[in-house]
């Protein structure tokens, strides 16, 4: 695996990654991650999009002029979108009208376009693909999180109405909580925001420890005497 490659997969579940760090496509992260299998179906739907316009874009950019790329880069991400959507609405349809107007507004999800801009059409289509897929796989990730974290505050369960993503019979539901009254807070828009902030809280504390960690390990005087020790055994 090249280095560009590892960069690539680092930046877009972590140290880049487009809901956590920059903050990008909030409307549906907040808007359908009030449980967990809504926030899987559209997380999937925007991980297919951000790779398939990825590649259209990267395959594509010998040919766009320069002042004619965003209305190009729209029109592409646009077709991975229609897409995406007549699928989920041939194989899917309780999801399709569960995701409602939110799975054809992937198409404003300004990380998408973000991606297009920044990476797709500066690189060849298989770095752009990669691109795509770590970014989208990013986005996918924080949204389930998000889902499942609200979904059992607030009725105690997980992956409830399955049967709408993966079939009618295919029941998934796992009860976490004996409740019969959760935190509806959690379920409303006013507990998506509140759930995000505490993802990106953990996210920055993690980072600091992790940061606190690595420079512990960088000065000398900082180690303990067995640290030096065990140090000095192995490069022996």
Known sequence: MSSETRKLINNGLWTN?????????????????????????????????????NVLVAATR????????????????????????????AFAYPLYQSLGIYLALIVTNCAIIARA????????????????????????????????????LAQGTLFAGADRLFGEGIDLTITVLHTQNGIILTALPAGAFIGYGLLIAAKNAIDHHLGQRKLRHANPYTKTPAAIEQEQVTSL
């Open 17 to 53: 990654n487009p809901a956590l760090v920059q903050i990008l496509g909030l409307c549906p992260l907040l808007a359908v991650s009030n449980n967990a299998i809504n926030a899987l179906g559209l997380g999937v739907a925007t991980l297919f999009v951000l790779l398939l316009s």
């Open 62 to 89: 010998q040919w766009v002029r320069p002042e004619i790329r965003i209305p190009v880069f729209v029109l592409l991400i646009a077709s991975a979108v229609t897409v995406a959507e007549t699928v989920i609405q």
């Open 117 to 152: 801009e920044a990476y797709a059409v500066k690189n060849p289509v298989p770095l752009a693909a990669i691109d795509g897929l770590f970014m989208g796989f990013g986005f996918l990730w924080v949204l389930l999180l998000l889902g499942m974290m609200r979904e059992v």
